[in-house]
């Protein structure tokens, strides 16, 4: 099974508001990602989880504040957010943090902010 | 810093006919190199990893090469069918777990 979950699928969100965005993958996988992509835009990345540990930030804004409580799972915390940060955000793992490694994509999540 | 360049940005063909899409890759010390597929709207597919010391992958009616010294990469699809119209990016991985990618060939196959 080479899948990754991400929820939800869809979010509209206030500047106001804190939402949360979910991925999950059970292939024992030890890296994970978070990747954002703008229209007709490759994806970019943003955060790199090795071993739980947070090992890559890419100069994201401290309105986006990655999580992971454990090896299967990785949030991304959103708090007053704007409307230039709407898009698709994708989670990926890879088995290995090393270099080197497929990296397996979830469906991601598309993300507006009104 | 790496950069990735994909040819052509947009490619319609009809129904059956074989082809390629180009990837390459301006620094040659990379790890890997994948390619992907993704639908409007959606995740990205993982197609084909070739790894440096590789020089072709084949998946099903997919063959990828890899020409590390020279920086480049083809995805070749054999007898395309609509079902294959979706946007493809090639991405390179050069170390400290990150995956370059580049801007996309955005394929339509015509019935």
């Known amino acids: 099974d080479t899948e990754v979950t991400q929820t939800p699928k869809h979010l509209v969100m206030g500047m106001t508001n804190k939402k949360s965005l979910k991925c999950e993958q059970h292939?024992?996988?030890?890296?994970m990602y978070w990747y954002k992509q703008k229209a007709k835009k490759p994806p970019e990345l943003m955060f790199v989880y090795s071993y739980e540990k947070l090992s890559i930030n890419e100069s994201v804004p401290s309105r986006f504040s990655p999580e992971c409580p454990n090896s299967s799972l990785l949030n991304l915390h959103l708090h007053a957010l704007q409307p230039e940060d709407s898009a698709l955000y994708l989670c990926a793992s890879s088995q290995s943090p090393s270099s080197g490694y497929e990296q397996y994509f979830g469906p991601g999540t598309r993300l507006t902010v009104t | 810093k790496q950069e990735v360049t994909q040819i052509p940005a947009a490619l319609s063909v009809p129904e059956g006919e074989n082809l390629v899409l180009n990837c390459s890759f301006t620094d040659s010390a990379i790890y890997n190199l994948q390619w992907f597929r993704q639908d409007p709207g959606k995740g990205l597919t993982s197609l084909l990893l070739i790894q440096s010391s590789q020089r072709e992958q084949t998946s099903g009616r997919l063959n990828a090469s890899l020409d590390k010294s020279s920086g480049r990469s083809t995805l070749y699809i054999a007898a395309s069918q609509p079902g294959d119209s979706a946007t493809y990016l090639c991405?390179?991985?050069?170390?400290?777990?990150?995956?370059?990618f580049g801007q996309g060939t955005r394929l339509t196959i015509n019935p």
């Open positions: 292939m024992g996988h030890r890296a």
């Open positions: 991405a390179v991985s050069g170390g400290a777990q990150k995956l370059v």
